[in-house]
């Protein structure tokens, strides 16, 4: 869940994930620079109102659950869990899937 706030939401003891009704939802990367998280929470919030317009377009619904998954990826909230990785490498994850959602 990208666009948490960190003082609202509870999280594990190791950061790893937040709570949200009681499931567990894995954090938002926090090595991130605060910039790259504003543009790719930017770019998940355009992505998921583009799945809710596409209603019954397959190929649009399809294209913007893409966008999701990549900005999601972006966070760290999917993929490869970002504590199991180099901060470098996390870093340069976010950047690709930015670079990928901006180019379209």
Do not use: Y
């Amino acid at each position: 869940m990208a666009a948490e706030n960190a003082e609202s939401v509870e999280h594990t003891e190791d950061g790893h994930f937040i709570i949200v009704k009681g499931r567990r939802w894995r954090a938002t990367d926090p090595g991130l620079a605060e910039d790259v998280k504003e543009r790719l929470v930017h770019h998940l919030m355009a992505a998921r109102r583009a799945v809710a317009a596409a209603r019954d377009d397959e190929a649009a619904r399809k294209a913007a659950r893409s966008r999701v998954q990549l900005a999601k990826t972006g966070l760290g909230e999917r993929g490869t869990a970002w504590w199991e990785l180099p901060l470098a490498e996390r870093r340069a994850r976010a950047d690709d899937c930015l670079r990928r959602l901006e180019a379209d």
